[in-house]
């Protein structure tokens, strides 16, 4: 009895003890914050790379990390037809009402016959549908969701490709995998590889194709190339989708940039595509795209379309409409669209100059290293071969920052800074 009496005691002792200590811990999870154990995210590998410019004081400090076009004296750079464009619409007294979840139809309308051409037959043939988009990266998303939903569980994207396609897809459910694209040793398209490994995925797999201008490479293939790689992956009965960030950035001819995409839909292809209207309206802040597919009848294009909406509406419900409208009133009137080809052309003629430029100054800098590929690439950026221990060396040394992969973008070189930065690029890899 007495045994018993003492077993009792030393188990309420005990429980009193363990309801102490539970209330204790309890009180400290309630006074404390519910985001106390949230660690701090690394700086994003771009915008993060914008932040640390600006605290640095050096005089001449130079950036050519962030891919947005800037004029002659380095500045942002509105398109002429684009202020135009906006007059109109303030006198127009447009409301502020939303746009449906599919976005504006005019809007999509036209950015479809912009990519595919007025004269497609798929288009005409009204197998063509399309959603706006937060610009590219919400219809890269968006794609990544829908597909997933749908059965597809992997997507092949090229090496290297633009940083954010990967988290944009992963975090959409997909698994992503890599085919071969550049010779990083040679500073070119490593074709043959690419083709190997098309032809190595399994039918059925998505293939991510940039649509002109590749990002970070600036290294696209010739139209020929271009046809064989239609034609593999007709035979591997692959998926292709198409990033379409650049048209008319590129080359200047915004049918030129859209050969590749247009190529495909002849071949047959059922693409789906996705177009951002940042680079070439300089609409970065706008956020304005399009994501697209080709049905193999209107009924089929409508059903995916149904699908996109179902994908969208809970993530951002709608997109905004003064982007669209921007780009509307510029496509929708031939004078300003014809405006709007001579200033596109005329950012990607003096990118093309800079480059030209940035040869001949690292040559002048005393370089003897081959710099041709310079030249060779397209768009906005140049894939300049500098490993990550030259870019820091260079940040520190130079206080010229580019992106870790040794990304330049070639819009924030200037007459101004182009010996600079060729002094700069040749003092940490001679």
Request: proline fraction near 5%.
């Amino acid at each position: 009895m007495v045994l018993q009496n003492a077993t009792r005691f030393v188990a309420r002792t005990s429980a009193k003890k363990a309801f102490s200590r539970g209330t204790q811990q309890t009180q400290r999870c309630l006074s404390s914050s519910p985001y106390a154990n949230f660690e701090m995210a690394p700086p994003d590998p771009i915008v993060g790379l914008n932040e640390t410019f600006q605290k640095d004081d050096f005089p001449q400090k130079v950036i050519v990390g962030v891919g947005s076009y800037r004029d002659g004296a380095g500045k942002p750079y509105v398109l002429p037809c684009v202020r135009k464009a906006e007059k109109i619409l303030m006198e127009s007294g447009l409301d502020m009402e939303y746009a449906g979840i599919a976005g504006d139809p005019k809007f999509v309308d036209l950015a479809l016959k912009f990519v595919y051409g007025a004269d497609s037959t798929p288009l005409q043939e009204n197998r063509i549908h399309g959603v706006q988009s937060l610009s590219g990266t919400g219809g890269l998303r968006v794609y990544g969701e829908l597909m997933k939903r749908h059965g597809y569980s992997q997507i092949y994207v090229p090496n290297p490709t633009w940083g954010n396609h990967i988290p944009i897809f992963t975090n959409a459910g997909l698994e992503v995998k890599k085919y071969r694209y550049y010779d990083a040793e040679n500073s070119d398209l490593d074709f043959d590889s690419m083709i190997k490994d098309i032809k190595d995925m399994p039918a059925g797999s998505i293939i991510l194709l940039h649509a002109c201008a590749h990002n970070p490479t600036g290294m696209d293939p010739t139209l020929e190339q271009w046809k064989e790689i239609s034609e593999t992956i007709k035979k591997q009965n692959l998926v292709p989708f198409f990033d379409c960030a650049y048209q008319g950035f590129a080359s200047g001819d915004a049918v030129l940039d859209a050969a590749a995409v247009r190529m495909f839909v002849e071949d047959g292809h059922l693409i789906s595509m996705v177009q951002s209207f940042s680079k070439n309206f300089g609409l970065y802040g706008q956020r304005v795209g399009a994501l697209s597919v080709v049905g193999e009848n209107e009924e089929e294009a409508k059903r995916v379309v149904s699908q996109m909406k179902m994908v969208v509406r809970p993530m951002y419900s709608n997109p905004p409409r003064h982007g669209s409208r921007l780009v509307t009133t510029i496509l929708e009137d031939p004078a300003l669209t014809q405006e709007f080809m001579e200033q596109c052309k005329g950012m990607a003629d003096r990118i093309a100059t800079m480059r030209s430029s940035l040869h001949n100054a690292l040559t002048s800098a005393g370089s003897t290293k081959n710099w041709d590929h310079i030249t060779k690439q397209i768009g906005m950026f140049a894939f300049s071969g500098l490993n990550k221990d030259q870019v820091m060396e260079m940040r520190s040394n130079h206080h010229v920052y580019c992106t870790a992969d040794g990304r330049i973008s070639m819009a924030g070189v200037t007459e101004g800074n182009v010996d600079y930065i060729a002094e700069a690029i040749h003092d940490v890899s001679k």
